[in-house]
């Protein structure tokens, strides 16, 4: 129904080019990156284009609209438009939802989510029994054209809603913004009594300004069961959030069943205590802590992700971090070390910091790893695969006659050379079987005896946690970056200075500071380079994270801001203006999904960790 009369709520421009795409879960299937797009302007095929230029423009001040529900829309979209009736569309038993070619998977979810809140059928049909609604779903090539396949177009009318998606994804993330227009109740497992369940009128152009839109979670120093996993993967799609980074193995647990290595979960998926705070803290739990996933578990958990347009990307973390690994298999490690206790046969630490444990580099080594990634790779069909690569210290090697040995055989200076070996070892591994390797940004630290710059591996992409700096560096060197300094965007650091702020790690990040966070640094703009910032992640180390509460309290509801960050465009993000999105639904929207985020006000009494020693850095985090 074309729109005489309408309200531009907000109109973001086109944003640039994104790098490159993501291959999803699915072999063969790939999360999009929006192409160039100039709309709006003469030629535009965008429907409405000329209500849209003739409306008022707001930057998130007050408009005659302002309890509108599309003006408390997370992330914040490209564009709303308003029309001026203020009318809308009920749902009842008679709404039909009409799933076109390409769009089965969401149409699924849909029935799932929106059917269980609201009670309704929605049966499959192309028009509405009795003049009921129609809901429908379709792929669209004029969409694809002018916002790339993740983005979409809704439109609500008197006569139903329509949801026109670039590619599957785009559909799916539409309907992620209807669901939000219908209001926090459909956030919920089953139908309040007397409720309304209506749309507004409203039409919605959208798409996202990073193909890369991340959460890293750390499964190996607490465990998360699958369940807890599935979880993650519905609040990420929630937020048109499109990549889950399973950190599945470090010193303290390997959470992944190996077949051809059983005792990597048979020992070294459990550890007998767990300090309870800071390293520094004398409080322990002395119950065994543990848990793996089974292939199975992975398949599901994996399929899940497919089905919501979640990439899942795991990581084996080498050649540090391999306390457990080393525990279940000690020949893994550098037998010939001898002389200290840190330096005997290791249990699974049952400690955090950095552990002086690190794999022995031999041929023996490579091949036990190598049988680790082929069970890897047919668990996990998308393009990436992270194999950690930070914090390894090289003292053992410095001790050990073999790793002296290997790097002068190999022509190295000395023992520092080995991890660039390592990672040019397992990066030509995962190139020959079509994947890419992922690692963090000491991947860049040593070049090796071939090395020529800070590339070592052609096609890795560099997750660059110590700043921006290593992703920098990498960017201009020709390779792809994940942008996740830890002075911005790890959700584990503390949210407020508050002596009640739980188990106190790092640098104040509030929620405020996460939403002004920027992928592109000012080094990068406008130069080449800064199309190789894939985007940005989010990551939630769980040293001091025990539970399923404990971990959302910490990425909620900064996770949203994130979201924001990294989908909507930069010059139309306004922190007062999100506070308001916040405010009036997005809390509530949380609430229903029984999230429990840290409240604007601080903690509940029940949130609080008294007694448990943290380490709280203090000032502002360096710009780095």
């Known amino acids: 129904m074309p729109l005489t009369s309408c309200e531009v709520v907000r109109c973001e421009t086109p944003v640039a080019r994104c790098a490159t795409a993501l291959r999803s879960g699915r072999p063969g299937s790939r999360p999009p990156v929006a192409p160039p797009v100039r709309r709006g302007g003469p030629g535009s095929r965008t429907p409405n284009a000329e209500a849209a230029r003739t409306a008022r423009h707001h930057r998130g001040g007050p408009t005659v609209h302002d309890t509108h529900p599309a003006r408390a829309l997370v992330p914040l979209p490209r564009s709303v438009t308003v029309p001026a009736d203020g009318g809308r569309l009920e749902l009842d038993a008679r709404t039909v939802l009409d799933a076109r070619e390409g769009t089965e998977d969401t ?3 849909l029935r799932c989510t929106l059917g269980a809140a609201t009670g309704l059928p929605l049966p499959p049909g192309s028009t509405g029994v009795d003049g009921g609604a129609v ?12 916002l790339g396949p993740e983005g979409y177009r809704l439109e609500v009318t008197a006569s139903g809603a329509e949801i026109a998606g670039g590619a599957a994804a785009g559909v799916f993330w539409g309907v992620q913004t209807l669901r939000q227009l219908l209001g926090p109740d459909a956030y919920r497992g089953a139908p309040l009594p007397g409720r309304p369940r209506t749309l507004p009128h409203t039409v919605v152009e959208d798409a996202p300004r990073f193909p890369w839109r991340g959460f890293m979670v750390d499964v190996a120093r607490h465990f998360t069961p699958k369940d807890g996993v599935l979880r993650w993967i519905d609040l990420l799609a929630a937020h048109k959030l499109n990549v889950l980074h399973l950190h599945l193995t470090d010193d303290q647990g390997w959470r992944l069943h190996v077949e051809r290595f059983p005792r990597l979960t048979e020992v070294g998926a459990w550890r007998p205590r767990t300090r309870l705070g800071h390293r520094a803290s004398p ?3 002395e119950r065994p802590h543990g848990g793996f996933y089974t292939h199975d578990d992975i398949r599901e958990i994996v399929a899940y992700a497919a089905e919501r347009h979640v990439t899942v990307v795991p990581e084996i973390d080498l050649p ?14 550098n037998t010939d070390v001898h002389g200290d206790a840190a330096h005997t046969a290791p249990e699974v630490w049952t400690d955090w910091g ?3 444990h690190v794999l022995a580099p031999t041929e023996a080594v490579l091949r036990f790893y190598e049988g680790v990634f082929e069970e890897v790779l047919d668990l996990f069909p998308g393009e990436f695969v992270h194999i950690g690569g930070d914090e390894c210290p090289r ?7 073999t790793a002296r040995a290997r790097a002068a055989r190999l022509g190295l200076d000395g023992v520092d050379g080995l991890q660039a070996w390592f990672t040019r070892h397992f990066g030509r591994l995962l190139a020959e079987r079509g994947r890419r390797l992922v690692g963090w940004d000491e991947i860049l630290d040593d070049r090796g005896a071939d090395g020529d710059g800070p590339v070592p591996v052609p096609g890795a992409v560099v997750s660059s946690w110590r700043g921006y700096a290593g992703g920098i560096a990498a960017a201009r060197a020709g390779l792809d970056v994940v942008m996740c300094p830890e002075q911005q965007v790890y959700l584990d650091h503390r949210q407020d200075a508050g002596e009640d702020e739980p188990v106190p790690i790092g640098y104040v990040r509030t929620l405020r500071d996460v939403h002004g966070f920027e992928p592109v640094p000012p080094e990068l703009e406008g130069t080449e380079a800064a199309g190789r910032v894939l985007g940005a992640q989010a990551n939630l180390w769980t040293e001091v994270v025990e539970d399923r509460r404990r971990a959302e309290y910490q990425a909620f509801p900064r996770l949203a801001a994130f979201a924001e960050v990294v989908w909507s465009r930069r010059e139309a993000r306004e922190w007062e203006d999100f506070e308001r999105r916040m405010a009036g639904a997005h809390y509530a929207r949380l609430d229903a999904l029984g999230v429990a985020y840290r409240p604007p006000s601080g903690p509940r009494p029940w949130q609080r960790r008294p007694g448990i020693a943290g380490f709280p850095r203090q000032g502002p985090p360096p710009s780095v």
Request: avoid cysteine.
């Open 395 to 401: 003292d053992q090697w410095r001790r050990s006659p």
């Open 283 to 285: 409080l322990w739990d």
């Open 320 to 333: 540090g971090h391999s306390q457990a690994a080393i525990a279940a298999y000690p020949e893994l490690g």
């Open 107 to 109: 149409a699924r979810v």
């Open 135 to 146: 809901l429908r779903l379709r792929v669209d090539e004029t969409v694809a054209a002018e």
């Open 354 to 356: 950095v552990s002086p």
